[in-house]
T-cell receptor, first 114, second 116 residues
């Protein structure tokens, strides 16, 4: 079975600082991994996804993530935080063969301090 | 291109009442999902449709929850009777048929249900 663990339910950074949101996965098959962002009272929006091509994936709004099989990780980073990045971030993995539903982590709330 | 539409956006009911949510996916998307997001948690799949057939409803509490997708387009999720623990945001998502596990799922804004 697939699962996702997000370390740190809350992360606070200063504007302009590095953003690092951690995600570790467990999967019995090669995983497909996703990062979604959720702004207050809105649905989830895809930031980026890993689909077994390049291990370094670039997404929208300056975010990127690196797939590391040896560490079973898919951490999300952004070199310089902006106030508008404040939101909830979810890491997700697709289920096993034939099932496309996402299994989500519990989320990390990012606060950006001025 | 229009996104996934959901209604209502908010609903407050008392326990043991019934409630229904509606979802209109992105045009042409064959796969439709309903997720339940309890406060402080990630979304959890309730049911997955492909066209108008059910692919996965293993986590749907079938004694009180039901869902249908008529003509492979719009979908309705119903709860009857509601319990306090059903308070959550109900998210609808859709994705194209092609691509399999790498398909991007597009989410609607959700319906926030409060059961008193």
């Amino acid at each position: 079975a697939q699962s996702v663990t997000q370390l740190g339910s809350h992360v606070s950074v200063s504007e302009g600082a590095l953003v690092l949101l951690r995600c570790n996965y467990s999967s019995s098959v090669p995983p497909y991994l996703f990062w979604y962002v959720q702004y207050p009272n809105q649905g989830l929006q895809l930031l980026l996804k890993y689909t077994s091509a390049a291990t370094l994936v670039k997404g929208i709004n300056g975010f990127e993530a690196e797939f590391k099989k040896s560490e079973t990780s898919f951490h999300l980073t952004k070199p310089s935080a902006h106030m508008s990045d404040a939101a909830e971030y979810f890491c997700a993995v697709t289920m096993g063969t034939g099932r496309r539903a996402l299994t989500f982590g519990s989320g990390t709330r990012l606060q950006v301090q001025p | 291109e229009a996104g996934v539409a959901q209604s209502p956006r908010y609903k407050i009911i008392e326990k043991r009442q019934s409630v229904a949510f509606w979802c209109n996916p992105i045009s042409g998307h064959a796969t439709l999902y309903w997720y339940q997001q309890i406060l402080g948690q990630g979304p959890k799949l309730l049911i997955q449709f492909q066209n108008n057939g059910v692919v996965d409803d293993s986590q749907l509490p079938k004694d009180r929850f039901s869902a249908e997708r008529l003509k492979g387009v719009d979908s309705t999720l119903k709860i009857q009777p509601a319990k306090l623990e059903d308070s959550a945001v109900y998210l609808c998502a859709s994705s194209p048929l092609a691509g399999g596990r790498s398909d991007t799922q597009y989410f609607g804004p959700g319906t926030r249900l409060t059961v008193l």
